[in-house]
Each structure stands twice: as C-alpha cells, then as structure tokens.
C-alpha cells in the first residue's frame, strides 16, 4: 500500500508543475516568473531538494537556489532561535570562553582574553550572521 504522505507530496509536485506549464503556455516572452511560483518551487525544493526541482520545474538551478537563501529568515520555521546567555561583568574578563552551537551539530568554541561585554556580543553577533 502507498503512503499516503507520500502521495500527497508527489501530488503537490504534480500540481507546481502543472501551474509552471500553465504559466509558461500563457506568459509573454520575457516576462519574469512571478512570485507565487517562486513560493511553490521553494516549497518543492524543500521537499525534494533542489535538483529535483529544477529539474522537473525546468528552472535554473542557481536561480531556485538564491530564492531559497533570501525566503530563509531567523522566524523560518526550519530554523532554530537563537539563545543568548548572559553577560554578568562589564569589566574586561581575563578570559571567556564563547561557545555557538549552530545548524547541523557544528560547533565553534573560541578562547578570547580582554574583552568587554559589549565586545564579546559584537563577536558572537559576527559569528552567527
């Protein structure tokens, strides 16, 4: 028996592509694909990865890839908020140890010596950009 989450999936990209197709026999030359199909073939692409998506919605590959950089936002559902711990002394620290966990389990630690709370904030807002 087919899953049925699956079905669904390959409906919804049955359904983009045919929007595509319809967009494509109706549109004048040049015209630039409008936004409501760039926000379906982000979603497939998401899906299925961006190969697949282009490939099936015959799209160029840099193009759908750039598309998906700029609809990721820190609010994104797929991405995590970011916590801050706090910064007690506004003093130089002799030494503080400043750990990021980002995305996909990477981790970057770094030892800095003298800095001050403010400083330290401007590194880590450094990092995670």
């Known amino acids: ?5 699956s ?11 045919r929007e595509f197709e319809q967009w494509r026999s109706t549109r ?10 760039w926000s379906a073939a982000v979603r497939v692409a998401r899906q299925y ?11 160029d590959f840099y193009a759908l890839k750039e598309r998906m950089k700029a609809s990721s936002s820190p609010r994104d559902e797929t991405s995590r908020p970011m916590e801050f711990v706090e910064v007690a ?18 981790t970057v630690r770094l030892t800095l010596q003298g800095l001050t709370a ?7 807002r450094s ?3």
């Not at 004048?28 to 199909?37: E, F, Q, T």
């Not at 990865?49 to 799209?59: N, P, S």
């Open 49 to 59: 990865g961006v190969t697949r998506a282009t490939q099936d919605l015959r799209l």
């Open 118 to 124: 403010t400083a330290l904030a401007a590194v880590a």
């Open 28 to 37: 004048r030359r040049g015209a630039r694909i409008p936004d409501h199909l």
């Open 7 to 17: 079905d669904q999936d390959a409906a919804q990209l049955a359904a983009t592509r």
């Open 89 to 106: 002394p506004l003093a130089p620290t002799p030494e503080c140890i400043l750990e990021i966990h980002g995305e996909h389990g990477r």
């Open 127 to 129: 990092l995670t950009e």
């Open 1 to 5: 028996m087919a899953n049925k989450t």
